[in-house]
Nanobody
Framework: QVQLVESGGGLVQAGGSLRLSCAAS????????MGWYRQAPGKQRELVAS???????NYADSVKGRFTISRDGAKKTMDLQMNSLKPEDTAVYYC?????????WGQGTQVTVSP
């Protein structure tokens, strides 16, 4: 089992920044992919960014150039630095961990961007 705990959400004005963190614990394997997903009211959950255990990254087009994903293998943490936030970034953000065909989710953290 893997447990994921997110932190860092909140309310920010458009153009501002927030940093989300995800701490993983439990049966962590060396090969895995971690990522951030988000879900806005009435919309499907979507991938925001992901990072492999080797450091390769992938971003949704809507956040490229504004968001940066990073991870610390020793600390078993993953961060998402979000800059130039827009009202359309408002959503619940979820930490995701995939390894050996198993998928784990955090409880989510709310990000609200006011106009």
């Amino acid at each position: 089992q893997v447990q994921l705990v997110e932190s860092g959400g909140g309310l920010v004005q458009a153009g501002g920044s927030l940093r989300l963190s995800c701490a993983a614990s439990g049966s962590i394997f060396s090969f895995n992919i971690m990522g951030w997903y988000r879900q806005a009211p009435g919309k499907q959950r979507e991938l925001v960014a992901s990072i492999g255990s080797g450091g390769s990254t992938n971003y949704a087009d809507s956040v490229k150039g504004r968001f940066t994903i990073s991870r610390d293998g020793a600390k078993k943490t993953m961060d998402l630095q979000m800059n130039s936030l827009k009202p359309e970034d408002t959503a619940v953000y979820y930490c995701n961990y995939i390894t050996h065909g198993r998928v784990y989710w955090g409880q989510g953290t709310q990000v609200t961007v006011s106009p």
